[in-house]
């Protein structure tokens, strides 16, 4: 086995336990978001619950991607071509959106005189932030990718499932 084969192999353990972590926090914070009565207190478990989930699926999806090997034939590459277009083109789309929403959870956080509601809407408008530069962040990088996964090797070499 190669060095970087038991460094995936290692890198994919670290992210198993990272998501039994998560898996538990997750089944703690639903618990006690049943329990409470509380709309806000109810709200923050929400933010949370829904921010772990987001993580549990996220390395999963990373899991996967270190234990795949993409598929090289030439529609494979034409396919990878197009969905970075069309993730391009969505997630400028969505950045418009996460602007006026973050536009709009601003003025919120404004008017609001709840202390926990303005702490949640200006979470809110942090996120909608950080989403806006992320998308831009990401947009970049998918954009750096090569369509050959595996440098050095012809499509011809990799098999792919039928």
């Known amino acids: 086995m190669s060095k970087m084969a038991d460094n995936t192999n290692e890198l994919i353990e670290i992210l198993k336990s990272q998501i039994e972590v998560e898996n538990a926090a997750l089944e703690e914070i639903t618990k006690a978001e049943e329990n409470a009565e509380e709309t806000a207190v ?38 990878r071509y197009v969905d970075r277009l069309k993730l391009e083109r969505t997630l400028r789309s969505v950045k418009s959106k996460e602007q006026k929403m973050a536009s709009l959870a601003q003025q919120a956080t404004q008017m609001m005189k709840d202390p926990i509601g303005g702490f949640l809407l200006e979470h809110l408008h942090t996120d909608e932030m950080r989403h806006d530069q992320d998308m831009e962040k990401v947009i970049r990088i998918v954009q750096q990718l090569p369509l050959q996964s595996k440098k050095g090797q012809k499509g011809t070499d990799i098999k792919c499932e039928q």
């Open 42 to 79: 109810r709200l923050v478990y929400l933010d949370v619950r829904l921010d772990t989930v987001k993580h549990i699926k996220f390395l999963e999806g990373v899991i996967e991607t270190l234990g795949s090997t993409p598929c090289d034939l030439w529609m494979a590459k034409v396919s």
